[in-house]
């Protein structure tokens, strides 16, 4: 049987892994590729690396970086930030990531899942989506949360579906940082939008969270902050997931 | 040390599954060269894109020539996902024709809730097998097309929802993981030391 996925997410800015809340007031967490290793070694099924610095320099770094995670590390690693082009999906995948997430790029140009998607396979195309509730709709946000879209969340999801994304990567902004729990409303909308795995992200504060959001029928939770300060291990989340018998790995 | 190649044909992890392969203790070569890919005595064909791509970089390049070769001689040889499905003699994907080292089809997945095929499954024997011997195992997937488990050469299989893939196959000395060993922690390592010991017999 499949087993749900539980993602520990470094967010890595100028080489180290930071967190804040609700994308501003960053603090520093360390080494990204000592994080991957201890979250691997703790059971992590997977790891998301979301690159936050811009820049050329910053990308020549990150490739750097994520050739040298992606041989020590033995579990699939997905990396994200900053992807504009079909080149930078190659250049990630060349440099060792297992799936690429696309996020505002996508947005600016679909057409760019679909050209990605053709060249490389839908199995490795992540499209990442950031959405913040205005009244009863979910409305995807650009540029980490800087840039109003006027699009429905759950429509760009599944547009994004038909043009190729084999995954989509879904972080409710009002609850990311905040350890409120996850939007379980936001993912409901999306199970029944697409017939691809789901990654529920933002606002874990808990084992409880984690599981709440998994037993919705999401493929995998994805968390930092809980992780990071090393409050929960992954294997205590895992624990409780067992114990709701949600399949673990 | 066991020496093997990791054919070189344009697919994404390559990398990774180099890297996974030294740390069981093998001596790795990378290479895009059909010349080095006849003399080696142990190949593998990694994978990760589609299969239409990948079979145009193998004939184009003459690496298919030079596999068909080895797999006469008997030369051990282990694809890797989308390794796997060129093995075989036709895909879906693309609907193009692949290597034939091994008989039958792949498919789109029929019967899954959903797809890709994405994360962590059980890995059942089906066979005794010398690479199935440390089975059953939970491994590591990414993939929308496969064989079905009633393919002949299936040693191995995973069940997905409403149906059921051949995930290692094995005939004569070909043989293939629709998993990424590279990515499966020790499950996957320990498939890679049976490579590593395997000499193409079953």
Known sequence: ?249 | MTAVTVVDYGGGNVRSLCAALERCGAAVTVSADPSVVAASPRLMLAGQGAAGAAMQALESSGLAEALRDAAQRHVPLLGVCVGLQVLFDHSDEDDCACLGLLHGSVHRIQGADRLPHLGWNDVEPLIEHPLTQDLPAITYFAHSYAVTADIPSAVAVTRIDQTTIASVVARGSVAGAQFHPERSSEAGRQLLRRFLDWDGSH
């Open chain 1, 1 to 249: 049987m499949l087993r749900r996925r539980i993602i520990p997410c470094l967010d890595v800015s100028g080489g180290r892994v930071v967190k804040g809340v609700e994308f501003v007031n960053l603090r520093d967490c360390g080494e990204p590729v000592d994080a991957a290793l201890r979250y691997a070694e703790q059971g992590a099924d997977e790891l998301c690396w979301l690159n936050i610095t811009a820049g050329d320099e910053a990308w020549d770094h990150l490739l750097a970086q994520v050739a040298h995670a992606g041989t020590r590390i033995d579990v699939p690693l997905t990396v994200g930030g900053g992807v504009s082009d079909e080149p930078h999906v190659r250049d990630l995948l060349g440099a060792g990531a297992d799936k690429v997430s696309i996020n505002s790029a996508a947005l600016d140009r679909p057409d760019l899942v679909a050209e990605c998607a053709e060249r490389h396979g839908s199995q490795c195309i992540v499209v990442a989506i950031d959405a913040r509730r205005t009244g009863d709709v979910w409305e995807a946000v650009a540029s980490g949360g800087r840039r109003v879209t006027g699009r429905n969340a759950v429509e760009w999801a599944r547009e994004a579906v038909e043009r190729g994304a084999g995954e989509l990567l879904v972080t409710s902004m009002d609850s990311d940082g905040t350890q409120r729990g996850y939007a379980l409303d936001l993912y409901e909308r999306l199970l029944a939008a697409v017939d691809v795995p789901i990654i529920a992200s933002g606002g874990a504060s808990s084992p409880a969270d984690i599981a709440d959001v998994l037993e919705l029928g999401v493929s995998a939770a994805l968390a930092a902050s809980i992780f990071h300060d090393g409050i929960h291990t992954v294997e205590e989340v895992k624990h409780t997931c067992r114990e709701r018998n949600l399949p673990m790995r």
